[in-house]
């Protein structure tokens, strides 16, 4: 982590960032960052770190951080879902062919449409991530 790359991040009103809810920090850390080209940018704890690609701040958050305890119903915050980010690619197939070979898993075949190509994987904590090749030309 760089001193430039650790200034880019900064809690005021005017940032947005996603939290991912993970069970393991190290894993998720290692998967963002050796798989999908992220920087590890903080480690303020061992139940907590943040990722960047780009403008995007992602918060890993472990089962024992504060922005991961159960709800006041008792409700337990999980990994997975719908909702996802979205990283654009230059070049899906040979990004599918990398993940494929690390054993990544996907949710489903590439979809083809009038904005490009996609396909949703998975972090090895279930939570979904769309890679995108935006149309040539």
Do not use: C
């Not at 939290?19 to 907590?48: I, K, M, N, S, W």
Request: a neutral charge; proline letters at 7%.
């Amino acid at each position: 982590m760089t001193d430039s790359r650790k200034a880019t991040f900064s809690v005021d009103t005017k940032s947005a960032v996603v939290r991912y809810q993970v069970r393991d920090v190290d894993r998720a850390v290692e998967f963002y960052t050796e798989r999908l080209g992220f920087d590890l940018v903080h480690r303020p704890a061992p139940v907590l770190a943040i990722v960047a690609r780009g403008q995007l701040h992602l918060l890993l958050s472990g089962p024992a951080a504060s922005g991961g305890r159960a709800m006041p119903d008792g409700r337990q915050q999980e990994p997975g879902g719908w909702n996802r980010i979205v990283l654009y690619v230059d070049n899906l197939e040979a990004t599918i062919a990398g993940l494929k070979s690390a054993s990544a898993r996907f949710r489903n075949d590439v979809e083809v449409g009038p904005g490009g190509k996609q396909v949703q994987i998975e972090d090895p904590d279930g939570n979904p991530i769309e890679l995108h090749e935006a149309p040539k030309g």
